[in-house]
């Protein structure tokens, strides 16, 4: 049985070529796309890799030190004794002379110990310490200037204080206006203005 109105499709005649195919179907190309995005992603995860390594061996590695320790000796080895010598330099300041103590009977380095009149003022000491019949008598120094001396002298009339005697060896010179006073190891001497000089000799003396 036919069917005349169905309708008849046309067929290709055998040995014609079909339509042309697309060249990113070929399994080459394929493959070569897909060795590309290989090696591609491979290189960002080998930059990253890198990129971290090294920064991480940056911070952890410390800088090295220039600077090189001793090396200690053989303990093995026996050391020599080390002497230590300590170089005292003498003192620029020199301590005053100590003062002597003077060998008259009741005086002490000031001079007459409970005679006042007859003894030398704060802390001085005594250079020169005598005594008479009637006087007793002390020359004095202030502190540690021996230039800066003073004379006192005490009998039972009263006493006297003159600043500044002059001294030559052992005899002590000093003035009070027109009266003069002498005193040495052996004897007081008294210049008077108005009579001739007055002398007493010393029962004992000292000087410094």
Same mark, same amino acid.
């Given at each position: ?11 290709? @005649? @055998? +040995? ?9 179907? %070929?399994?080459?190309?394929?493959? /070569? ?16 890799? *890198?990129? =971290? ?28 004794? $080390? ?5 005292? %330099? ?12 003077? &060998?008259?009977?009741? !005086?002490?380095?000031?001079? *007459?110990? =409970? ?10 000491? /005594?250079? *020169? ?9 002390? $020359? ?5 200037? &021996? ?7 005490? #009998? ?11 001294? !030559?060896?052992?005899?002590?010179? /000093?003035?009070?206006?027109? &009266?003069?006073?002498? $005193? %040495? ?10 009579? +001739?000089?007055?002398?007493? #000799? ?7």
């Amino acid at each position: 049985m036919t069917y005349p109105n169905q309708p008849s499709y046309p067929t290709m @005649p @055998p +040995g014609t070529p079909g339509p042309p195919r697309s060249q990113w179907t %070929s399994p080459a190309v394929m493959l /070569a796309v897909i060795a590309g995005l290989l090696v591609l992603i491979g290189g960002v995860i080998a930059a990253f890799y *890198f990129a =971290g390594g090294h920064s991480s061996k940056d911070q952890a590695t410390p800088p090295e030190s220039s600077i090189q320790q001793p090396v200690p000796p053989d303990s093995g080895t026996p050391q020599p004794p $080390v002497t230590v010598t300590s170089v005292v %330099s003498p003192s620029s300041t020199q301590p005053s002379r100590p003062a002597s103590t003077p &060998t008259v009977s009741g !005086a002490d380095r000031q001079g *007459f110990i =409970g005679i006042s009149g007859a003894r030398c003022n704060a802390d001085d000491d /005594a250079v *020169f310490v005598g005594y008479t019949s009637r006087s007793h008598i002390v $020359v004095c120094q202030v502190g540690s200037d &021996t230039s800066r001396l003073y004379y006192k002298g005490w #009998s039972g009339a009263g006493g006297i204080t003159i600043d500044y005697p002059s001294r !030559a060896g052992d005899t002590f010179t /000093a003035v009070n206006g027109s &009266t003069q006073y002498v $005193v %040495s190891p052996s004897q007081l001497t008294i210049y008077l203005p108005d009579r +001739g000089p007055q002398q007493e #000799s010393m029962i004992s003396a000292w000087v410094d």
